[in-house]
């Protein structure tokens, strides 16, 4: 699976943002799609994520303020992110989790960086 984001950049507080990530190559068999983020010195850690049935799931600090979504005809997640805070600021990972018979695995994009300025 090869996975393709886009969308990050430098905005103000309380300013939005939108992130795209598509799939391509072996995409049966995709269950979860989300957002992970890591800022500096921190843990990777997990923005938002949806399932093939359109389960969510958010990060606290997110809540209200971030929405998923997800286009299965073109194999693409999104993260609309509004109001923004110099906190959101990190380095944003698509993921895609694949479960099969004998396998789970884990796909991640190349980042891309969203800097939220004060």
């Known amino acids: 699976v090869q996975l393709q984001a886009s969308g990050g950049g430098l905005v103000q507080a309380g300013g939005c943002l939108r992130l795209?990530?598509?799939?391509?190559?072996?995409?049966?068999?995709?269950?979860?799609m989300g957002w992970y983020r890591q800022a500096p010195g921190k843990q990777r850690e997990l923005v938002a994520a949806m399932t093939s049935g359109a389960s969510t799931n958010y990060a606290d600090s997110v809540k209200g303020r971030f929405t998923i979504s997800r286009d299965n005809a073109k194999n693409t997640v999104y993260l609309q992110m509004n109001s923004l805070k110099p906190e959101d600021t990190a380095v944003y990972y698509c993921?895609?989790?694949?479960?099969?018979?004998?396998?789970?695995?884990?796909?991640w994009g190349q980042g891309t960086q969203v800097t939220v300025s004060s």
């Open positions: 795209s990530c598509a799939a391509s190559g072996r995409i049966f068999g995709i269950v979860v």
């Open positions: 993921n895609v989790r694949r479960v099969g018979a004998s396998y789970e695995t884990d796909y």
